[in-house]
């Protein structure tokens, strides 16, 4: 394994060039169509904070379930202080001291503080029983220690904020006496005080010698709380060393693998008229005061926070929402749209974001899943005109560059990649006027992603116009004729994609003064 | 998949596998072999079986459950169910026998029979679709509630002295040994299977039994969609009740008692998913007539109802573990 060689006074003084506390090696996974892991190779120091990073779909999930036993890996070695180990099942995972902290914190809603921070390894009494007192007792304890001394150890879980949730897993941690903790992407909802106390919390686990493994996309982070930094990308391991002296431009460079802006077509976009007109769009809760209009011809890029509000406001356009209040109209004709189905039929096709929930179903073959918004078409009187079907899907997916081995194939047996081109083709098929693609290319690999920019630069020189949300900089900067910023439900600006750079759009969508 | 890169849009064809193999290997190929198996013991067992009248005796064991079981089948495929169906039998029969009372004759009785399915089942579908509770706890309310309504008008008695031109739906053949219930039966298959398989319909119910949240973002009306198969189910155990009253001749509290779950059976022997999103009609014919011959054939055998209860149970609980380890052996086959 290579390592940087880094002279030792830029270390700090614990942190010897010691032995590496968790080791993984060769490891390597695949899921039917898909390489996911590809001999990867990690390390994790104890007393360190190391950084992995790496684009959506660059592998690092996977790497993170089987750390914690969820997977198992195809090959490779996984070792604890030099010591050869197998994880066979998440309990294995926990009796080797390895914890980790999700996203969404995968704890016990409906139970205690207490219950959560020591289930499975309770204090016991005489009987075998629970020992109620004591576990409260070391519950607080527990906490304490880590500064975090204003949560009830009675509380019910789901009472807190996703913050004060974090804490509770840290102290599950600390309770097992975890030597390993992995932080899966846990500032993603967090403010920016919550963020700040995090990183107390993980100064304080550093300094109880622990070894960690922060994941996370903002990278004023990683430099803020890692020492060492991993790269990976499309499964594969790219770089590893020590952040201090390691540029952002280095990894981004790694990252991504190319200059980022030749992934992206060139354009010539001619823009028309305004298409769709939405004005004063409300919600209750998610969003409020939407006005904007989308020419004919464009693409309209939506960049923002999650939590935004994004995904929210392309719901209600597609009839998927109730508003309380607005407008919304395409061509100069109003849309009052109660379901999905006038919505499509007005032209307006919403490719949602949640792949797997919202896009695919999974369980019928592709065929099937392209006609299904368009069954209108490929029926007469209600009966099924089979070889009409097969007519539209092949049209779009052929078109798409969809790889499969036939139309009648089960569109789950499909990569992610070709399952987002499926969804994107069953759009296409109902001839929209207008197509809201919700992170398009989230979670698909590099070739797919290219494909689908590919084809939206197609489409919008075709007529269509697109709205593309996108939480991905690269994406917005490179496909977008104009950006919109979102910020708290609420559009902060609206501006041509012309001399526009990250750290603008960054400091818009975060409310930072520039 | 194979791994050689094509030039650009490369013709993806509509299907790979010969559809008369697959067919051979289908979960409903099992069943033809099953029924025949059966068939032949039933044969062996008793002198009495083969015969046309026997065998048309038979039909009856199935056709009342069967036609449930066929709009039962889409329900479940769905990812619904229900469980009154039995129950919607007995308040059908009981408020087709109050209209004899009443002095109303066989039209009017075959409407209200229909009828009184038809609204126990929107019911079923309003309270599902409406409020969103979970059909199961839903139609384990309503076929209380059915049937206790029965129960409240009968009593222990019975009504009887229904004209004898109404006897003819349950009774009556239509050419020699061909009754008419049979002809119903092959006649709502065939409709069933129309609807089911050949219509956007059919499409939708599909898509809905494997993601009903895909299907809504596909502009699928899901809550409309699972409620006409609500009506659509009680519809089917209103026919049901009017075959079964008229077979019967009589009407009391208690009849149809446990058919819910011979239905459920049937459905799922069929090869439909109890967790929605596949299962075919043709596979649900065939399981209701394999229920058919082996409860005629234990009937010819002189088994005690108790036991067939016990049979049907075990059969029941064997058919919704048979299909998962048949699928896996097809994955691990396929793979």
Not at chain 1, 257 to 271: K, L, W
């Amino acid at each position: 394994m290579m390592h940087t060689t880094i002279r030792r006074e830029q270390l700090p003084e614990e942190t010897r060039q010691a032995s590496p506390r968790f080791s993984l090696s060769g490891i390597s996974k695949s899921f039917p169509g898909v390489r996911a892991l590809n001999k990867v190779a990690l390390s994790l120091y104890p007393g360190q904070v190391t950084a992995l990073i790496g684009e959506n779909g660059a592998g690092k999930s996977t790497l993170v379930k089987i750390m914690t036993g969820i997977y198992q890996p195809d090959e490779g070695e996984i070792a604890i202080d030099g010591e050869g180990v197998s994880l066979p099942a998440a309990h294995s995972a926990f009796v080797h001291g390895i914890s980790a902290i999700h996203q969404e914190t995968v704890l016990f809603d409906d139970l205690s503080v207490a219950e959560n921070i020591f289930l499975g390894h309770a204090p016991r009494t005489r009987f075998g029983l629970i020992d109620w007192s004591r576990m409260r007792r070391d519950a607080r304890e527990v906490l304490e220690a880590m500064g975090a001394s204003h949560i009830d150890p009675d509380t019910r879980l789901r009472e807190l904020g996703i913050a004060n949730k974090h804490l509770v897993a840290v102290g599950r941690a600390m309770s097992i006496d975890a030597r390993i903790v992995i932080m899966d992407e846990p500032t993603a909802a967090l403010s920016a005080k919550e963020i700040e106390e995090l990183f107390l919390l993980i100064e304080f686990l550093k300094s109880q010698d622990k070894a960690i493994l922060f994941i996370s996309h903002k990278f004023d982070e990683i430099y803020r709380i890692a020492d060492r930094y991993t790269v990976f990308r499309d499964g594969e391991m790219v770089g590893e060393g020590m952040l201090a002296g390691t540029s952002q431009n280095e990894i981004v460079k790694m990252m991504v693998g190319r200059a980022v802006d030749h992934i992206f077509p060139e354009r010539h976009p001619t823009i028309g008229a305004p298409l769709l007109s939405v004005s004063t769009l409300s919600h209750p809760t998610e969003f409020d005061d939407i006005s904007f209009e989308l020419r004919k011809g464009e693409i309209l890029g939506f960049y923002g926070l999650v939590g935004a509000g994004r995904s929210e406001l392309m719901q209600a356009i597609a009839g998927m929402t109730r508003t309380s209040k607005g407008t919304i109209s395409l061509d100069g004709k109003a849309i009052a749209s109660r379901s999905a189905a006038d919505t499509v039929a007005a032209g307006i096709a919403y490719v949602p974001e949640e792949r797997g929930r919202q896009g695919v179903v999974i369980g019928l073959p592709i065929f099937q899943n392209v006609s299904l918004p368009s069954l209108k078409r490929t029926s007469e009187f209600g009966v099924l005109k089979l070889a009409s079907e097969f007519q539209l899907a092949r049209r779009y997916t052929e078109r798409l560059d969809l790889r499969a081995s036939s139309l009648s194939q089960d569109v789950g047996t499909l990569s992610g990649g070709n399952q987002q081109k499926v969804v994107i083709a069953k759009w296409l098929a109902t001839r929209p006027k207008v197509i809201i693609l919700d992170e398009p290319t989230k979670g698909i690999d590099i070739g797919s992603k290219a494909a689908v920019h590919g084809f939206m630069a197609e489409l919008v020189a075709e007529g269509l116009s697109v709205i593309m949300v996108s939480s991905e900089l690269p994406e917005i900067l490179g496909m977008s004729d104009r950006v919109v910023v979102m910020r708290e439900g609420r559009i902060v600006s609206i501006r041509e994609n012309k001399g526009l750079d990250a750290e603008t759009l960054v400091r818009l969508a975060a409310g930072i003064a520039a | 998949m194979s791994t050689t890169e094509l030039a650009h849009n490369r013709h993806i064809p509509d299907r790979l596998d010969n559809p008369l193999r697959s067919a051979l290997f289908s979960w409903e190929t099992l069943l033809i072999l099953v029924a025949v198996a059966i068939f032949a013991l039933n044969s062996l067992a008793s002198p009495y079986f083969l015969n046309a009248w026997s065998l048309s005796d038979l039909t009856f064991n199935f056709v009342e459950k069967g036609l449930i079981a066929l709009a039962m089948a889409l329900l479940i495929i769905a990812g619904e169910i229900d469980l009154s169906v039995a129950a919607i039998i007995a308040l059908s029969s009981t408020i087709m026998g109050m209209a004899v009372q009443a002095g109303v004759d066989t039209p009017g009785l075959v409407l209200i029979g229909l009828g009184v399915g038809l609204a126990c089942g929107a019911f079923n579908g309003l309270l599902v679709t409406k409020l969103g509770l979970p059909s199961i706890v839903v139609t384990i309310g309503t076929m209380s509630l059915f049937r206790g309504i029965a129960y409240i008008i009968l009593g222990d008695q019975a009504y009887r002295g229904y004209p004898a031109s109404f006897a003819f739906f349950g009774q009556g053949y239509v050419w020699w040994v061909i009754s008419f219930e049979i002809v119903l039966f092959v006649i709502m298959a065939l409709l069933f299977w129309f609807l089911l398989h050949r219509t956007s319909f059919g499409r939708m119910v599909f898509a809905i039994g494997n993601n009903p949240v895909a299907a809504t973002f596909s502009g699928v009306r899901v809550e409309r969609i699972k409620f006409i198969l609500f009506c659509l189910t009680g519809l089917m155990a209103g026919v049901a009740s009017v075959l079964l009253t008229s077979r019967l001749g009589s009407t009391r509290p208690s009849i149809a008692q446990g058919y819910e779950l011979e239905v459920i059976t049937m459905v799922v022997l069929g090869g439909v998913s109890i967790l929605g999103g596949s299962g075919s009609i043709a596979g649900v014919v065939l399981a209701a007539i394999i229920m058919g011959l082996v409860t005629f054939g234990l009937g010819l055998l002189n088994v005690p109802g108790i036991v067939m209860s016990i049979f049907i149970g075990l059969l029941l609980i064997t058919v919704i573990a048979l299909p998962i380890l048949w699928r896996r052996l097809r994955e691990r086959q396929g793979a």
